[in-house]
């Protein structure tokens, strides 16, 4: 473990040596990529320095105490205790720092939810997750914006695309990818009998420019006018985009705002989030694509989460967590479910599972 510290104390120099050479910020994205790494290292070299500190304190304390005698010697008892469990402190988080970190971590997230299986239903699911989500933006002071609105006849939602900017928003929202399943009395039930209906939801990482090169031949761009639900317009103007990446046969449209300037800016933003998550699975050694992954067929029996109304009960199918306080969840208290992923995550990194 000693060598690991020194390679890594190594390595700290040599990327501070790399930031002080004035040619490395004229490329933006390997100075991103220095940056980065440079403030990981200095947590974890500061760490490195507590854990060697604390067990320098414990030896020499050791050496006195069997050297001592009276009040001398229980006072060393003390400073020994003390030293040992400021290295045990010093330890575990060096432990957590030295988890393998997510290379999504820092980025802004960019959500889709869509109605999937239920009908109406589905698509006024997907509206009350979008409200979950909007409300759990503003308790942890995240930039809440919404890209797109496609509303159905009864003001749900067939889709809804938004972006959530703020500290921390990609390695708390990663784990809300999949499809959540719901199960309550719809409003178009006259009986009173519960019905169990489906939304999917797909975490996307925000992707910079310098993330993915995209040349412009290998879009096709398309404008329209904006319409509402049943056709309605909305939009005397072909301000609507739709942008098709050739190569990859992705396809993003954009309507809500009246400038096609704007659209298309915002089309580009999911755009470059697709491929960018695209490019990020075809290297990663995973076997499964995570962004199928994650939505699924939109099946009831693929779900991560089920929300039971009548019981008023959150069910993470994942870790085999439940929660009677369905509507506080609602209400935007996410982290409830979130920080048990969030552990066990841990858990399993530093080998809980082995």
Not at 37 to 44: A, M, Q, V
Not at 314 to 340: C, F, M, N, Q, S
């Amino acid at each position: 473990m000693s060598e690991l510290h020194d390679e890594l104390i190594r390595e700290f120099h040599d990327v501070e040596s790399q930031l002080a050479d004035p040619e490395l910020v004229k490329d933006r994205s390997l100075y991103a990529n220095v940056t980065r790494r440079y403030k990981e290292l200095g947590e974890i070299v500061a760490c490195i320095g507590e854990l060697r500190g604390a067990l320098d304190d414990v030896e020499a304390a050791r050496e006195m105490h069997g050297e001592s005698s009276g009040d001398e010697r229980a006072m060393l008892v003390d400073e020994i205790s003390d030293a040992e469990d400021r290295a045990a402190s010093a330890g575990e988080r060096l432990d957590q720092l030295l988890i393998p970190k997510d290379p999504n971590d820092g980025r802004n997230v960019i959500v889709e939810i869509r109605g999937a299986e239920g009908g109406e239903e589905a698509n006024l699911f997907a509206r009350d997750l979008f409200e979950m989500y909007r409300s759990y933006a503003s308790n942890t002071k995240w930039t809440f914006k919404t890209l797109e609105a496609n509303e159905s006849d009864m003001g749900g939602f067939a889709t809804v695309i938004f972006m959530l900017a703020g500290e921390g928003a990609w390695s708390h929202m990663k784990f809300e990818g999949g499809p959540h399943r719901v199960q309550r009395v719809p409003v178009t039930e006259s009986q009173g009998r519960v019905h169990t209906s489906s939304a999917t939801v797909t975490v996307l990482p925000e992707a910079d420019e310098v993330d993915v090169q995209i040349a412009d031949n290998d879009l096709q761009v398309d404008v329209f006018r904006a319409s509402g639900p049943g056709g309605q317009s909305v939009n005397t103007t072909d301000s609507a985009v739709r942008i098709t990446h050739k190569p990859t046969g992705i396809v993003v449209s954009m309507q809500d705002e009246k400038s096609q300037l704007q659209n298309k800016a915002k089309a580009m933003t999911v755009l470059r989030s697709r491929l960018l998550q695209a490019e990020q699975e075809r290297a990663s050694a995973e076997a499964s694509d995570l962004r199928k992954g994650q939505i699924g067929g939109g099946g009831r029996s693929e779900k991560i989460r089920t929300y039971n109304y009548k019981e008023n009960r959150v069910t993470d199918h994942r870790i085999g967590l439940t929660l009677y306080k369905l509507d506080k969840i609602l209400a935007g208290a996410v982290d409830e479910i979130i920080d048990p992923l969030l552990q066990h995550e841990r858990a399993e990194q530093l080998g809980g599972d082995d």
